[in-house]
């Protein structure tokens, strides 16, 4: 399952005890987006997910700024918000580590659903992902996460890397306006991902599950190199797009064993760009 693009019409706050590292974890990125400007890009840490290779409908630069508003206890505060201009991605990134264990904490809120979505994976409010940046734009390049669907309105996890695609309903609703918090885990390899959701306000968890991804290809996700927090508006009929804020950003990463180091240099596992582009396609 991958998604249509119009040119062509894991926390280890959480992970402990879930899975067992053979390396020593190391927190990434912690961020809550109090020391940035309001309406800029919350750079040096984070760049704009937008302008990776961006394709049409190109979005506004920043695709996603700092907000003020309120957070899941109705307490001032800032967060990042992505532009509702429709894009083919739109967002923010930053870099990690390439590693074989993943993990992403995050509170996030759904400002905004698309007008005509077609598909479950063709338009979205905001999907967490690790991915390998710089092969396509952060709608097409090799990816996995979780995602709110505009077209149901509801929780997904999304995995398309050369070999491997998926699109898992996790049948929990992505309300607009609720603040949700949001913890995935992902084992290369293994394929599999341990995905968590509360509800913000009253801490109630909606969802506790593991997905092992039928028929994983490892090297597929080999070089993922980077979290990226993005939107994309993909369905024709759209007349306006999606919105998704985020705050409280964590995102833990394992450094990979030598041994898989030393594969990926003899070739053994083939590097991601080498086995070529995956694009998103709506599908019936």
């Known amino acids: 399952m991958i998604r249509f693009s119009r040119r062509f019409a894991l926390s280890g706050i959480l992970v402990g005890g879930v899975i067992a590292y053979s390396a020593a974890a190391h927190a990434q990125i912690s961020d809550n987006f109090q020391s940035y400007a309001v309406g800029s890009l919350p750079s040096p840490k984070w760049q704009d997910a937008g302008a990776v290779l961006p394709g049409f409908p190109v979005p506004p630069f920043p695709s996603a700024f700092v907000i ?29 580590p390439v590693a074989t264990q993943y993990s ?27 991915g390998q940046n710089g092969v396509d734009n952060w709608a097409n390049t090799p990816q996995a996460g979780i995602y709110a669907s505009s077209l149901t309105e509801g929780w997904r996890l999304y995995v398309a890397i050369a070999g491997t695609n998926a699109d898992i309903n996790l049948n929990v ?109 709506l599908t019936a």
Request: aromatic share 10%; no cysteine; charged share 15%.
């Open 68 to 96: 003020n508003t309120l957070d899941k206890h109705g307490n001032a505060t800032q967060a990042v918000s992505t532009v509702g201009a429709l894009a083919e991605s739109k967002g923010i990134f930053a870099f990690v």
């Open 104 to 130: 992403l904490f995050a509170d996030v809120r759904i400002d905004r659903y698309s007008d005509h979505p077609q598909n479950t994976v063709g338009d979205w409010a905001m999907q967490l992902s690790f």
């Open 173 to 281: 609703a992505a309300t607009p306006g609720v603040w949700y918090t949001v913890a995935q885990s992902l084992d290369i390899t293994t394929g599999i991902f341990h995905s968590q959701i509360w509800d913000g306000a009253s801490g109630t968890q909606l969802l506790d599950q593991f997905n092992t991804i039928a028929g994983w290809n490892q090297a597929g996700a080999s070089q993922f190199d980077a979290f990226a927090f993005v939107g994309g508006d993909h369905s024709p009929a759209d007349t306006y797009g999606n919105i998704g804020v985020i705050d409280n950003v964590n995102i833990t990463t394992a450094t990979p064993e030598p041994g898989t180091m030393a594969l990926v240099a003899l070739g053994v596992l083939p590097l991601v760009g080498r086995i070529g582009r995956r694009r998103r396609h």
